[in-house]
């Protein structure tokens, strides 16, 4: 028997157009990812993968103009992280700590909350200094993201309608409040297709709890599961049902896949239904995934500088925090395995991380959160750059809204420690993939309350990342029930300012 | 503002009419689109027009702006589209090989093929017939037994006979349930953010698989889940049935507006009604009118005040099992009980009376402590707490409940003279969480400082009373009744754990206190704990009793009745005073502490509930949502449809409801209904629908690949069936009587089951579904239907399928959802870990994959990774992808896993004298046939292999095997099994429905 999985024997069954013409045929080519890639690595496919010719639906497309964002690894930062307390001082605020705002400014605003008759405005404990060559100011709790600042490009004016937590999170990720629609990841996929031969498109990196939106933030909604983000994990096998089951020999498991394909070859042959081809092909590469996955996940092959400089291995400090302990590793880990899956040609990498909502306990549960994240993050963007990878990779930090100019004086509790949930005014940055470093987009008033300059709503920030990649987010369209769908749904503008 | 419908291009948008015939220079219109106002251009985005565009415009507006007649959007909404025209009935029609005709759906099929000089497939061996009508009708693969006795059935019609014995199989109702259930978007948690689990949403998928099963007739099915709650004397499982829209999602998330959610209940009942029975994008009309079809959002929130009208209620709602159980036990237990509750009532009306007289001659009445009941003048809190006055003199808080709270009681006149106490009692009661007394969730108050004052018209402050020493009947550990006098409001009176029952605290002046008529007595309960430990119902009284003032006594009327003579007491008196002295009574204590004790004997009723609709009364007004705003009111509409359908009929003299709108949809003359349904079911027996567009029927949808076929299916859906005696359904014409013999073409009259039966015995449905090389260019998607379709099989089906090839399958029916293994850390990824998977034991592990527990923020992995619908919204059909995560599930997923193990063990238990009839029976369990000799070589070596392999290692040989440990002896014969059944379960053909 050969020792190579049959693949090549494959293609000794036709010539390479009945191969093209059953790739054609088939409906649902989902499977088809494998197929095309093994051919490609056949070298029978190689640069004539275009979207007219191959109906692999990975399968790498042009881009509707050039451009230079190729990856994306977007930190979702679940809860809505206080954009007052780390990205946009407000020395005004400070002053006028422990007064009422003016009840026309709170009268048609709605809170989770908070009680509007006897909310004061809070102010912020953090010192802001001025970083980089662009003296962007950024807070004393992200010191190590401060030595990227002029990589950063800070949007201070970003604002939302969605109020709670999971329907902000859907017009986030994937641009409406209803269920169903697909995620940024899902929608990049459908548009490019992904570069990586052995693993999925679009990658989720999870660590602590879950978040409230589950997996809707990362579903592909209306448009083939192909595009869903598949979920790596943190403990134990990083792909589900990646690992063999016990007593399950690699030698066993290899010669399993071989006859299994045989025989589903021998069936092929008999009913002559290209699907089978594509269950071949995704057996094949489900065999090659249980390779690829384990090597991906293996860090040691790191140098021990470079997992110091994310953080691996460090303490975490003893303090209950949401979601427990274990956190600091498993992020410093999901930044180190973002930049090795772009490596590997993974077009998305979402990174998710919970336990930003700090209506009260907001000084220490940030302070946790920040030194969870800000030196992995920041390591992360330097390591990009110094191999040449943040020039085609994009980095986004986001949340689905920010938090509010007033404490929580939530009923119940004694004393005011958090802020609630803030659609107007919040602050988000993006960096790499053709982002113009080192500048400030947006500005909100004195304490914070609203936008006052270049508002940048989700749907722009959505248009914007599109472009990022060569999209035209007017054109990247999707027809379900009747109507073309985007992921803007029916507004967004491109920030040119944000671009390079 | 549109300016592709007519109505809506003279109406203007929301700066008013954007035109006026003949006056170009005073249009909005012009302004914005000549630029002539530099803050609003249009079109917004993209190119804008030209000089000369504008000068068009310029001059269609001057020259009256006349909007062509019978163009698009001309305000006329009959239009020409296919699917709005009524359903016809054509005759099937005349064909060249009559022998490839079983029925009439074969005529339109061959019509089509023979026009392309095509002949369609033979039929399919009957393995593999008996193989596809098992998986269509039951989702489930035929036992080697079944095939057996089929393929040597040599009666004429063995095929229908089969076709019947499905059809009459109680899984009939999971399978075709399942279909249902998709577009019912059911699930067993509310979604969003705290997903709470709805412990009871089965009991609506129990109705679907009954009704199904039952096959209730499909205009019936329709009323009674859309409106079943309406029907004259609606029986519970009639309101069961409206659980349908009960499958919207829920938001509990902290802070949420409960109006925006209802609204977006209601918003996804109206899209998925319009989607499931008219197969219309009604939704896009929700902020504008529709763009490509005759719909306008008027119409929209006209659908919309149908349901508006809604109420969710969840019903007790025992399945008629559960109800005879408990009514038998119930009336077994009442008969136990009985003489407990006579000895009790016995008692009271002859031995009672006695006894009390006895009571009263050991009183010393003189010295009997007495409290008088104040009757406030006015009681009130801080917030918005409301007091209702109880019958005993006491007050129950109810409304708002804040965190901390200080009543204040205040009294005039009517206060005795020389009062030495006062007395607080906390009372329990029903309405109060526990119990009460307080209005914290587990019952417990704290009394932070009892204060009162007296405030005279000649003094301008009031005189604050000043205490001497309190005390309580009990007392929480570290709140003591003296904490409550004590100044600090930190601390306080109250009870843990002694809660749903009555406690008193006293509080003895240092001085009697005596006040004139105009006089006021203030009492201030200050609750200042937080967290809302406030006091829920309470009484205040007065005594006069000399120090030291004894906590309980006699009420005032009881003393009053005391001190007369039993001849001198009024009836009610002499009631009042047994009353008073039963409770204390030591044997009457017993004989009801016996009836108490066996009263915890009763059964319980059945916990089962329904989510149900209701109608609330008055009715809500619907207004159309301005730009889809639900806080942006525009004009109110009542309930109707659209204009392009049918007309709505209602009931004279009153508005329409819920029930006038499912007549509606079920209203023979509906063009849509029919044709959806019936596309839906060709879909689901072969693979791909008539019209691809399942969802979409308006003009931006697919055009039906057989028209006459679709509308036929229709026609023979909803006519009604003529008594037998007529005969035949000549009278009707079209198909003829012939359609007797060729499977009942008589009218199926909205039975579901009589049309299935009808497609499955079609020459098409039986065809063989083999791929044919000469048409792979020629029709690569099978629209033709020269052959049938051959497609990976649903993931529920698959589950089954793999449960059933290796005997781990419970098939029991219905039922609540169950939890079967899944990886561990999937239910950690919902908010914060609250949807724990505790996993089912016993036979729930191995169930129907459509009894397993669906959780929206987490579902089950197995279920997604096979394309099964994320239930959020209304799904009507499903992907059916081909991943390499799909290859990973079957082979590595801990159930899949199991059923190798099994299906492994099962080869060795039921084939032990047989090792060489081994592989080709694990072969037929999982596809349904023999290997054919090239397959049983490469099994055979695989096996050999498999065993080497396990022969070489036995602790891996072992661990494969698992538990419990099989013979040494068998060791290796039995890991080889598993690890050979292992790649049969995977075969593309045993998840392929051929």
């Known amino acids: 028997m050969n020792e190579r999985c049959s693949m090549t024997q494959i293609s000794q069954d036709g010539s390479v157009s009945s191969r093209r013409s059953f790739l054609a045929n088939t409906a649902n080519g989902a499977g088809m990812l494998a197929l095309a890639s093994l051919l490609r690595d056949d070298g029978l496919l190689a640069g004539e993968v275009t979207r007219e010719s191959a109906p692999n639906p990975l399968a790498p497309r042009p881009a509707h103009f050039a451009s230079k964002a190729k990856a994306c690894i977007y930190i979702y930062l679940e809860g809505a992280p206080s954009q007052i307390d780390l990205f946009d001082p407000k020395p005004k605020l400070n002053e006028l700590d422990g007064q009422a705002m003016p009840e026309s400014m709170t009268k048609n605003v709605r809170f989770a909350f908070l009680q509007k008759d006897t909310a004061r405005l809070m102010g912020c404990p953090r010192t802001f200094t001025r970083h980089g060559e662009c003296g962007m100011e950024l807070s004393d709790f992200l010191p190590h993201l401060a030595t990227c600042a002029d990589d950063l490009c800070l949007v201070r004016s970003m604002h939302t309608e969605a109020f709670n937590h999971h329907p902000g999170q859907l017009l986030l990720n994937t641009g409406s409040q209803m269920f169903g629609r697909p995620s940024i990841g899902s929608w990049l996929n459908y548009g490019l297709g992904s570069d990586s031969k052995n693993l999925p498109g679009f990658v989720v990196l999870t660590a602590g709890r879950g978040t409230s939106g589950g997996t809707s933030n990362w579903s592909s909604g209306f448009l083939p599961t192909t595009y869903q983000g598949v979920l790596f994990r943190n403990q134990g096998e990083p792909v589900l049902n990646l690992n063999n089951p016990e007593g399950v020999s690699d030698e066993l498991q290899r010669r399993s896949i071989e006859g299994l394909v045989n025989l589903n070859r021998q069936r092929l042959a008999a009913v002559n239904d290209p699907e089978i081809a594509t269950r071949i092909a995704s057996y094949e590469l489900a065999f090659r995934m249980q390779s690829a996955a ?9 140098s021990e500088a470079t997992q110091q400089s994310y953080g691996l291995g460090r303490d975490e400090p003893n303090v209950k925090s949401r979601g427990g302990k274990g956190q600091f590793e498993a992020f410093a880990r999901n930044c180190l395995l973002a930049r090795r899956l772009v490596e590997r040609g993974v077009r998305f990498v979402n990174i998710v991380h919970a336990s930003w909502d700090h209506h009260s306990n907001l000084n220490d549960e940030l302070k946790h959160n920040c030194l969870m994240a800000d030196q992995p993050i920041a390591a992360m963007l330097k390591d990009l750059k110094q191999r040449g990878l943040l020039d085609t990779t994009l980095v986004v930090w986001a949340s689905e809204f920010g938090r509010t100019p007033l404490g929580e004086n939530r009923p119940g509790f004694p004393t005011v420690t958090g802020r609630d949930h803030h659609p107007f005014a919040f602050s988000l940055w993006c960096a790499g993939g053709g982002i113009k470093g080192g500048q400030v987009v947006g500005k909100t008033d004195d304490i914070g309350w609203g936008v006052v300059e270049e508002p940048v709503h989700i749907h722009d920030l959505q248009a914007t990342l599109l472009a990022l990649f060569g999209i035209n987010h007017l054109k990247l369209t999707y027809r379900f029930q009747g109507r073309d769908f985007r992921l803007t749904d029916v507004a967004g503008k491109v920030v040119d300012k944000m671009l390079t | 503002m549109r300016l592709d419908v007519h109505g809506d291009a003279v109406r203007g948008g ?33 190119d804008k027009l030209s000089k000369e565009e504008v000068a068009l415009f310029r001059a269609w507006i001057d020259q009256g702006a006349k909007w062509p007649e019978g163009s698009p959007g001309d305000g006329k909404v009959n239009t020409g589209h296919w699917a709005f025209q009524p359903v016809r009935r054509p005759a099937g029609p005349a064909v060249k090989a009559e022998g490839s005709v079983r029925n009439t759906i074969d005529r339109f099929i061959v019509a089509r093929l023979e026009s392309r000089s095509i002949a369609p497939s033979p039929e399919a061996d009957r393995r593999t ?46 399978r075709w349930g399942r279909h249902w259930l998709d577009l019912a978007r059911y699930a067993d948690s509310d979604g969003y953010e705290k997903d709470s689990p709805r412990p009871f949403a089965w009991r609506y998928r129990n109705w679907v698989i009954d009704a199904i099963n039952n096959d209730l007739p499909f205009d019936q099915f329709t009323i009674e889940q859309l409106a079943g709650d309406l029907l004259p004397n609606a029986t519970l499982e009639q309101k069961v049935a409206t659980g349908f829209h009960r499958n919207t999602l829920t938001n509990k998330e902290g802070g949420v507006d409960q109006e925006e959610f209802r609204v977006a209940a209601v918003i996804d009942r109206v899209n998925t009604t319009s989607t499931v029975w008219l197969g219309l994008t009604l939704g896009c009309a929700q902020c504008h009118s529709h763009k490509y079809d005759p719909l306008l959002m008027h119409e929209y929130y006209g659908m919309f005040a149908f349901f508006n009208q809604g109420n969710e209620v969840d019903l007790p709602a025992p399945l008629p099992a559960e109800a005879e159980a408990y009514a038998k036990a119930k009336s077994a237990y009442d008969a136990a009980h009985a003489p407990f509750a006579t000895a009790v009532s016995e008692f009271e009306s002859t031995r ?26 006015s009681i009130a809190g801080t917030g918005a707490v409301k007091f209702a006055r109880q019958s005993d003199g006491s007050y129950l808080a109810t409304g708002e409940n804040k965190p901390a709270e200080t009543y204040t009681l205040q009294f005039q006149g009517g206060v005795p ?5 006062l007395r607080i009692e906390v009372l329990p009661d029903a309405a109060l969480p526990a119990k009460g007394p307080g209005r914290v969730a587990h019952g417990n108050f704290v009394l932070s400082e009892f204060r009162a004052s007296v405030s005279s018209p000649a003094a301008a402050d009031p005189r604050p009373i000043e205490w001497g020493v309190a005390s309580a009947d009990y007392s929480q550990d570290q709140f003591p009744a003296t904490a409550a006098i004590d100044g600090d409001t930190k601390s306080g009176w109250a009870v843990a754990p002694q809660f749903g029952q009555r406690h008193v605290a006293v509080f003895e002046m240092k001085t009697d206190l005596n006040i004139a008529e105009d006089e006021i007595l203030t009492i201030v309960l200050d609750q200042q704990h937080g967290l809302q430990h406030t006091i829920g119902r309470l009484r205040l009284s007065a005594t006069t009793m000399p120090r030291p003032v004894q906590l309980e006594g006699f009420p005032a009327d009881v003393a009053q009745a005391l001190a007369k003579t039993y001849e001198q007491r009024t009836l009610a008196e002499q009631k009042k005073l047994l009353a008073h002295y039963a409770p204390l009574d030591t044997e009457l204590a017993k004989l009801r502490q016996d009836e108490a004790e066996h009263a915890k004997q009763a059964p319980r009723p059945p916990a089962t509930q329904a989510q149900t609709l209701a109608e609330i009364s008055p009715p809500r007004a619907t207004h159309i949502h ?22 709505f009929r209602g009931a004279a003299g009153r508005t329409g409801n819920r029930l006038d709108l499912a007549r509606w949809l079920v209203d023979p003359a509906n063009p849509l209904t029919a044709r959806v349904t019936m596309n839906r079911v060709w879909k689901n027996l072969f693979g791909q629908p008539l019209v691809t567009s399942v969802d979409d029927f308006g003009t931006r949808g697919e055009k039906p690949s057989h028209p006459d076929l679709l509308d036929w299916l229709a026609a023979e859906f909803v006519s009604p069936s003529p008594p037998l005696s007529k005969g035949g359904a000549g009278a ?36 063989s579904s083999q791929p044919r090389s000469e048409l792979a260019e020629r029709d690569p998607r099978n629209v033709w239907l020269a052959r049938q379709g051959r497609f990976r099989v649903e993931a529920e089906v698959l589950r089954d399928a793999c449960l059933a090839a290796s005997g781990l399958l419970t098939p029991t029916v219905g039922g609540p959802s169950v939890r079967p293994k899944q990886p561990a850390g999937i239910s950690e990824l919902t908010y914060a870990g609250s949807a724990r998977w505790v996993e089912s034991t016993g036979p729930d592990r191995y169930r129907r994959g459509l009894y397993t527990w669906f959780q929206r923020t987490s579902p089950y992995p197995m279920l997604m990774t096979f394309d099964a619908p994320e239930s959020n919204v209304t799904c009507t059909r499903r992907d059916r992808s081909n991943t390499p995560l799909q290859a990973l599930t079957l082979l590595n997923d801990p159930v899949f896993h199991e059923c190798s193990q099994a299906l492994g063990r099962r080869m ?87």
């Open chain 1, 294 to 302: 384990p090597e991906l996940i293996e860090l040691s092959s790191e």
């Open chain 2, 14 to 46: 929301d700066s008013g009419p954007a035109f006026e015939a003949g006056k170009s220079a005073d249009s909005l219109l012009i302004k914005y689109i000549a630029g002539l106002d530099p803050d609003v251009v249009m079109p917004p985005e993209g």
């Open chain 2, 129 to 174: 017939l008996i193989r596809r009508l098992k998986f269509d009708l039951l989702g489930l693969p035929p036992t080697p037994a079944e095939i057996r006795e089929f393929v040597e059935d040599t009666r004429p019609d063995a095929y229908e006979l089969l076709v019947d014995r499905f059809l009459a199989s109680p899984h009939f109702g999971e």
């Open chain 2, 352 to 377: 009672l009376p006695e006894r009390l007289a006895a009571w009263e001659k050991t009183l010393d009445k003189s010295s009997s402590p007495t409290w008088t009941v104040l009757e406030p003048a």
């Open chain 2, 417 to 421: 003279k020389g009062i030495t106490a």
């Open chain 2, 626 to 647: 301005v730009r889809g705003d639900f806080l942006r009111k525009g004009e109110e509409v009542q309930p109707h449809t659209p204009a392009v359908l049918h007309p």
């Open chain 2, 732 to 767: 009707r014409g079209g198909v003829g009587t012939a359609g007797n013999d060729r499977g009942g073409e008589v009218g199926a009259n909205w039975s579901v089951k009589r049309m299935i039966r009808l497609i499955v015995r079609s020459a098409t449905y039986r065809q």
């Open chain 2, 908 to 994: 060795i238990a039921e084939r032990a004298g047989d090792p060489a009839g081994r592989v080709a029976f694990a072969f037929e369990l999982c596809v349904g046939r023999p290997p054919g000799d090239a397959e049983a070589q490469e099994l055979g070596r695989l096996y050999a292999e498999f065993r080497a392999l396990a022969e070489a290692d036995l602790g891996a040989a072992g661990k494969l095997a698992g538990e419990p440990k099989p013979a040494e002896a068998d060791l290796a014969n039995t890991a080889a099994a598993i690890a050979l059944a292992r790649i049969l379960l995977n075969l593309d053909e045993t998840v392929t429905r051929e």
